[in-house]
């Protein structure tokens, strides 16, 4: 229940706990557009914090709230709210969970090879299950993540709540801090997942990057890097891209090529039953260009 406006703001519920004089809660005050927050953490003490632009959190009595809910500079009042990640039901709708529940497949053995921006430390999935790390943007780097793409994709494939939660990752960088990579970095770590396959376990390479094809699929150097990748036995997974609103022949190449899996983006409306689902309009379509 966030609080309403100005002169009419409402005491949020978890606020009306705090009924002893003594008693504080956290408070997240939220400033109208223009009004200067300085005055008011001068104000609330050395527990008041600034938290963006308008924005101050505080541990408040009944009194001060009260207080607050008669200036005019504040646009609303809220508890401290716990905030959940959203992939709660992601696993279930793409009927992940089957893998667990009928087969015992976790991920575990199994390494994904992780083409893309990096990985933050310790940020997506315990470091003991990162078996490697290869920067190939900075050849003195540690393929830390500086744009957050590779992260991202590291948990949904293989952080506590991703699809494949016992899974081992080597994350190999290609993409920048701008989230740009050259064709020639892409190329190097696809040849160096082939190399280092039997090393590390790797059976999946993941590849949510591309660009729109200009040639046929069997002469581009990606397609023709997957396609050995694919002949030396790994799956390779990659993306359909974001230019579906431009409608169809907008897969993305290495997508385009027959033998790798081509995943689009789904809207699963946040339930697991597969009768809503739709793709989302961003996704990339087919058929795919030139072939």
Avoid: C
């Avoid at 408070?27 to 009004?35: A, D, F, P, R, T």
């Avoid at 990162?130 to 993540?145: E, I, K, M, S």
């Amino acid at each position: 229940q966030a609080a309403v406006v100005a002169r009419d703001l409402q005491i949020p519920a978890a606020t009306k706990s705090v009924s002893s004089p003594g008693a504080t809660t956290t408070v997240v005050i939220q400033l109208n557009e223009g009004s200067d927050a300085s005055a008011l953490l001068r104000s609330l003490g050395p527990k008041a914090a600034s938290l963006s632009q308008g924005a101050v959190s505080a541990e408040l009595t009944r009194a001060q709230i009260d207080a607050l809910t008669q200036q005019l500079d504040v646009l609303s009042l809220s508890p401290d709210r716990l905030v959940h990640a959203n992939l709660e039901t992601a696993r279930s709708a793409a009927n992940g969970d089957l893998a667990y529940q009928r087969y015992g497949v976790t991920g575990k053995g199994m390494t994904v090879a992780l083409i893309d921006s990096g990985l933050a430390p310790q940020a997506a999935l315990p470091e003991a299950r990162v078996l490697a790390r290869v920067d190939f943007v900075d050849p003195r780097g540690n393929a830390n993540d500086l744009f957050g793409h590779g992260t991202h994709i590291a948990g949904i494939v293989a952080g506590e709540r991703g699809i494949a939660p016992a899974a081992n990752v080597v994350a190999l960088r290609v993409l920048n801090d701008k989230g740009e990579g050259r064709l020639t970095d892409v190329l190097k770590a696809i040849d160096w997942t082939i190399r280092n396959k039997e090393r590390y376990g790797i059976r999946v390479v993941n590849l949510s990057l591309g660009y729109a094809p200009v040639v046929s699929f069997r002469v581009d150097p990606v397609n023709v890097a997957v396609r050995r990748a694919w002949a030396a036995g790994l799956v390779v997974v990659t993306s359909a891209g974001n230019r579906g609103r431009s409608g169809d022949f907008t897969i993305n190449a290495p997508g385009n090529d027959p033998t790798v899996l081509t995943i689009g983006a789904l809207n699963d409306f946040n339930t697991i039953a597969r009768g809503d689902d739709a793709v989302a309009s961003y996704s990339g379509r087919g058929p795919s260009l030139l072939d």
